[in-house]
């Protein structure tokens, strides 16, 4: 198996090292994920820029939570689902609602619902997304708008989750008692 180096702000590549310094003036350390995506400053700069502009969407901080963990449940990944479960709970989102989340199991609300069901199309069917899906998702209340910054924020999780399925990320402390792994039912 191909190892991937987890760096430092020593060992990282030089282009690296300031967005290190930003990951760590934004959350206090620097996570295990942006660590391994040091490797390649340009993976890392990319993720970074994207994570930035998901965030200034005109989504709430809970519906871009249900875009991220439903992105993270198809994609099967235990690393970021444990990461934004931790973070779900940090912006006092609905326990019920993480569960379902994490189960791949309706939610309990019916806007978020569509969200979610909405962002699962567009993650199983790789953006193909029928009209009446499309359709679906705006009768719920969301605008063309929020279909593109659905796939702002599918295309952040691709690059994260692509990211730990290759290096096999292992999880940072702040995560412990949120691990996954998909169920088997789902």
């Not at 040091?38 to 502009?53: C, I, K, R, V």
């Not at 279909?147 to 096999?168: C, F």
């Amino acid at each position: 198996m191909t190892q991937f180096t987890s760096h430092t702000l020593d060992t990282a590549p030089d282009a690296s090292k300031p967005i290190f310094e930003g990951v760590k003036a934004a959350f206090g350390f620097v996570p295990n994920l942006q660590s391994y995506m040091a490797e390649s400053p340009e993976l890392l700069a990319g993720y970074t820029a994207l994570w930035d502009l998901f965030s200034k969407t005109t989504l709430s901080t809970h519906e871009q939570q249900v875009v991220y963990l439903t992105a993270n449940f198809e994609n099967e990944c235990n690393y970021c689902m444990a990461g934004h479960t931790t973070l779900a709970r940090m912006q006092k989102m609905d326990e019920d609602m993480i569960a379902a989340l994490r189960a791949g199991s309706e939610l309990p609300d019916a806007r978020l619902e569509a969200l979610h069901r909405f962002v699962t199309l567009v993650v199983r069917n790789r953006g193909w997304a029928a009209d009446a899906a499309v359709d679906a998702f705006l009768a719920a209340g969301f605008t063309r708008r929020n279909v593109l910054e659905v796939v702002l924020g599918v295309a952040t999780k691709v690059m994260s989750n692509y990211t730990n399925h290759i290096t096999h990320t292992p999880l940072d402390a702040f995560m412990k008692g949120n691990e996954w792994s998909k169920p088997t039912s789902a």
